[in-house]
């Protein structure tokens, strides 16, 4: 039966309840968000005169939950519009509205009984096959339907979203004693293909597969500090980007979640893991035990493990249980680390470190290893879904049965036995059968060892994905230092940066133009796209910054010129180029897009010009392009200065949207031409897919254009009349109104007398030479060395 999900309610409108709400909203799904009816009136509402009986007051909770969630930062929703998407109500006197919908997800507080008697009140009202799921963290879910219809139990399982929502892509799926296979099999590919996450069946036992690994990760590390006598700041520098962990690392993302909500689910997993190996790790020490009885749980009562005092950051001491400054970490292992950029390669060098992080890794190391094979297959008959539940729900960049590769399965297995951490015996088994590897690479694909067979399998539902890293050397075509070009299959190239954050410098401007070269004479189609962090923060700005205080105009000028014309190049080979922009995509990433002849973009793209930010105008067709897309919008009878100061304020402000769908607001993705995926593992494959539709549909290499209307003195003298009154109001500073000032130029065409229709190649020009000028400045040296050096945006 094919199964539609049009329409969703949620009952439970806290963080979580909202949190999916928001979600569903975003993929286009209509949904009935639903909460109890509040029990007594506020005082705003008793001097009102309201009662319990009005509306307002019955949907209160929802309401004002709803509310704060959209109000949240990060925000929950990809476009503030989509809020209007979902409809609110209370469970008294709304309940009755699901049985219209296709999907029922229950969100209320982590209590049996509760859950239990919200399910009675459903089976009232729910039509039979509505998919019912619930959002526990913990409670077995073969509870929670005890005393239900078959059809019901049939129809009902775990659903467990990761908080918060949007960001975290895992989506563990736990299924009840009667759970119907197909129900799970639709699950698994709704929450790939529609939702956008990492999918995992798991088994119905405490806390699952991700909170099992990780609160255990995190209990394991509060033991390890206190018997390693390492501070906060030095466990959180060691368990950080440094090994592909959240900036956040150990202390400060338990801050962040809150450490009740931590403690809830390590006492869960004491009580309900006797057997469990590791069963006294998850005892809380006695550092955990006085921030909670001094009720000091975090971000949300402004102090935990870290404090804010003013400006200052102060840091909880373990040994004296006080606050005091926060110390900076060091340690020469991780010094040896600096020049591997490949986090992956860094875990061999971290384990044989001779200080004590070396100690502490190989010691954490040793215990998350041995843990993990003892889970197999008491949570998951498959190891990597284990790697799948911490990349996905935790942010990690690798599992640990990655880890445990990346160092040897051997050799691991040395300081294991040193340290007294003993593994699975199906470890030794796998090694015994002569598998050196829990995962392998074959012909593309990804391999893991399989349990039952002992044998390497293959991981299912590879085939919607192309994963680079399994193709990059056995389909390599051609490379260089900063890219590689890929042929991806059906004649379609994929073209990948390397350079460091993907920037755009000399080595990924002469790739690009040898990938369209290799492209129009053998291929069909060029995709511009790669699985890293971020897509590109733009062009190398080290470059640009030597050649001007070196006064090298000339060569800057030739420089600048070479991107332009690659982007056009972009814009005008004879075959079609696509570009797969996702994460920070800015600056000349966010113009290498604007330049396709279509974008697939993640949802999770954070695109936008933001050379205002060190000085200077966008100078690869940036400011060109937005001049352009303006006056392809110009109709009969508009106000055709309105459009154009909407484009100009947007480069002008530096704004950067914070999805894809604001991306299309904004004007740096366009309705109607560019695609939108929600699940970035798809992102390669979805572009060779409509590369490969423009080919197979006859490209034609477009012509260049001629015919883009400016509107000269007209747009120019309002823009500087804004401005001035931008800098006389001390909004802007004298620099920022010269930059300003320097875009308008070129935005409005320059200062002609009347609307012309001129060349791509004359604003181009006017564009180069804005940029080149900026580049003589002072303030704009000052600007660029202030980024370079501190990272962030100088006023002055």
């Known amino acids: ?135 526990t963290s913990g409670i ?23 908080n918060p929502v949007r960001y975290l892509k895992l989506f563990e799926i736990i299924p009840g004693p009667k759970t119907k296979p197909e129900v799970l099999e639709f699950l698994n590919e709704y929450g790939e293909k529609f939702l956008g996450k990492t999918s995992v069946v798991a088994k119905d036992t405490p806390a699952f597969i991700g909170n099992r690994i990780g609160i255990y990760g995190i209990m394991s590390l509060f033991h390890l500090v206190k018997e390693m006598g390492l501070t906060i700041e030095e466990v959180d520098k060691l368990t950080g980007p440094v090994i592909g962990r959240p900036k956040s690392a150990t202390f400060r993302t338990v801050d962040v979640v809150g450490l009740d909500t931590l403690v809830h689910v390590a006492n869960g997993l004491y009580d309900n893991c006797p057997n469990d190996e590791a069963h006294d790790l998850f005892k809380l020490p006695a550092f955990v035990q006085f921030l909670l009885d001094n009720k000091w749980l975090g971000s949300k009562t402004k102090q935990g493990f870290y404090k804010k005092v003013d400006k200052d950051i102060l840091s909880f001491d373990l040994e004296t249980l006080e606050y005091r400054p926060a110390k900076k970490a060091s340690f020469q292992t991780l010094e040896l680390t600096k020049t591997i950029d490949k986090v992956v390669d ?75 951490e003993k593994p699975a015996a199906w470890v030794q088994e796998m090694l015994a059968s002569g598998n050196k590897s829990f995962y392998t690479v074959k012909d593309g694909a990804t391999y893991y060892y399989d349990l039952t067979t002992k044998t390497q399998k293959k991981i299912p539902g590879q085939d919607a994905f192309i994963i680079l890293n399994n193709i990059r050397e056995s389909k390599k075509v051609w490379g260089n230092s900063d890219v590689t070009l890929h042929d991806i299959g059906d004649g379609i190239l994929n073209l990948e940066f390397h350079s460091k954050m993907n920037s755009i410098g000399g080595g990924v401007i002469s790739g690009i133009n040898k990938a369209i070269d290799i492209a129009e004479q053998k291929y069909n189609g060029l995709v511009i796209g790669n699985q890293g962090a971020n897509f590109s923060v733009g062009a190398n700005l080290a470059m640009i910054f030597m050649m001007a205080v070196e006064q090298e105009y000339d060569e800057l000028n030739f420089s600048i010129k070479a991107f332009q014309d690659t982007m056009m190049r972009v814009r005008y080979s004879g075959i079609p180029v696509i570009a797969a922009p996702h994460g920070m995509t800015l600056g000349g990433g966010c113009e290498l897009t604007l330049h396709a002849d279509k974008a697939v973009a993640a949802a999770e793209t954070y695109i936008g010009l933001v050379e205002f930010g060190v000085g200077v105008i966008p100078g690869g067709g940036g400011s060109k392009e937005m001049a352009l897309r303006a006056a392809d919008l110009f109709k009969k009878n508009d106000v055709k200065l309105n459009i154009l100061q909407e484009y100009f304020l947007t480069v002008g402000t530096a704004k950067v949207a914070t999805s894809a769908y604001e991306a299309i607001d904004l004007g740096f993705l366009q309705k109607g031409k560019d695609i939108i995926v929600v699940n ?20 034609t290499q477009p012509i260049r254009r001629k015919d883009v209307e400016v509107l000269g003195k007209q747009a120019l003298g309002a823009f500087l009349v804004g401005t001035d009154g931008m800098m006389a109001g001390k909004y802007i500073s004298e620099h920022d109104r010269k930059i300003a000032n320097k875009l308008a130029y070129v935005m409005a065409g320059g200062d002609l007398s009347e609307p012309t229709l001129v060349s791509e190649q004359y604003l181009l020009d006017l564009e180069r030479e804005a940029f080149l000028s900026l580049c003589t400045e002072r303030k704009t040296l000052e600007r660029i060395q202030f980024m370079l050096t501190k990272g962030k945006p100088l006023r002055n």
């Not at 001779?354 to 215990?367: M, P, W």
């Open 1 to 135: 039966m094919k199964r539609l999900i049009k329409k969703v309610a949620v009952i439970g409108s806290g963080i979580m309840g909202s949190g999916i709400a928001c979600h569903f909203a975003n993929i286009g799904v209509e949904v009935l968000l639903l909460d109890i009816v509040p029990n007594q009136l506020t005082d705003a509402e008793a001097k009102k005169g309201l009662t319990l009986e009005n509306k307002a007051v019955r949907n209160r909770l929802v309401n004002d939950n709803l509310a704060a969630a959209l109000k949240s930062n990060p925000s929950p929703i990809y476009d503030k519009k989509f809020a209007n998407r979902i409809s609110t109500g209370n469970t008294t006197d709304d309940l009755a509205k699901i049985k219209d919908v296709d999907w029922i997800i229950e969100v209320v507080v982590e209590r049996l009984d509760i859950k239990k008697a919200v399910y009675e009140q459903i089976e009232k009202y729910r039509k039979p096959g509505t998919l019912i799921t619930s959002n």
């Open 680 to 699: 970035k593992d798809r992102q390669i494959a979805e572009a060779k897919k409509h590369a490969l539709i423009m080919a197979e549909a006859g490209y």
């Open 346 to 420: 860094r875990f061999k060098v971290l384990v044989k470190g001779k200080d004590k992080a070396g100690e502490f890794y190989r010691k954490s190391f040793a215990g998350l290893f041995a843990y993990v094979s003892n889970r197999v297959p008491e949570i998951t008959d498959d190891l990597y879904k284990i790697d799948d539940a911490m990349k996905a729900g935790f942010g990690w960049e690798h599992g640990p049965f990655q880890i445990w590769d990346a160092i040897g399965v051997e050799k691991a297995l040395e300081f294991m036995n040193e340290l007294g």
């Open 140 to 162: 077995p879910i073969h509870f929670m339907s005890e005393g239900r219809s078959q059809d019901f139990q049939e129809h009902f399982c775990g659903t467990h979203f990761f």
